[in-house]
């Protein structure tokens, strides 16, 4: 392998693939143009490139225009909304890393009346799952609705908590991740997401912000 023209052997080299110039066996890779979406899953799709059941995928949805993007998390089976998708691999990694604490927001039925008391047990942690922000919106005692926000994207969470409390889930539809809300678009439907409207929405994503933080993680003491 080549970088800048430099022949390179050490495998742990440390690269900026969207900048770095990198041949291998004297063929310049290429670096996907950037490129971030915001598609509406729907129902009944799984977010992986290939499913071994052969079940209709996220990039079967998107077709050509899922080309070199990777999805940012997951949404299960049966869960629908917002699911942002990049040729950012390093933006990928950030906006899902607990550490950021980045807010994701759900509109969610749940068979039976869930009572506050339990909206605050999921608050405080269940089985060492917890939600950030519980609210009823809506209650009976047929079904609730209400608005849980997560600051981590752990497997089928919501879910689980409305299991740890006895109510199971009916719909689960994600409206925002961040600052960035599904909006109106409709089932199947996505809309670019310009690079401006990222930083905005998570200014430390920004170059300025990524290389301060590399040479601030350099200085510190190990």
Do not use: C
Not at 19 to 31: L, V
Not at 59 to 69: I, K, P, T
Not at 192 to 206: K, L, M, N, Q
């Amino acid at each position: 392998m080549t970088l800048a023209g430099t022949v390179v052997t050490d495998p742990a080299r440390l690269v900026v693939p969207a900048s770095a110039a990198i041949a291998i066996a004297g063929r310049e890779t290429k670096t996907p143009q950037w490129r971030t979406i915001a598609l509406h899953k729907p129902r009944g799709v799984v977010t992986t490139r290939r499913d071994p059941q052969r079940r209709t995928t996220v990039f079967d949805v998107l077709g050509a225009a899922a080309a070199s993007l990777v999805a940012v998390g997951r949404l299960d089976l049966a869960s629908t909304g917002l699911l942002l998708l990049t040729t950012d691999t390093q933006l990928a990694a950030w906006l899902t890393d607990p550490g950021n604490r980045i807010v994701r927001r759900y509109v969610v039925t749940a068979r039976g009346a869930v009572t506050d008391a339990n909206a605050r047990r999921m608050e405080q942690g269940i089985d060492g799952l917890r939600a950030a922000r519980v609210q009823v919106r809506k209650r009976s005692n047929r079904e609730t609705h209400l608005i849980v926000e997560l600051e981590e994207g752990r497997n089928r969470e919501i879910r689980r908590l409305l299991q740890g409390v006895g109510h199971e889930v009916t719909r689960l539809l994600r409206v925002a991740f961040g600052p960035i809300e599904l909006g109106t678009l409709a089932p199947s439907a996505w809309r670019e997401v310009t690079r401006d409207e990222i930083e905005r929405a998570f200014p430390a994503t920004r170059p300025s912000a990524r290389s301060k933080g590399r040479s601030s993680s350099r200085g510190a003491p190990g």
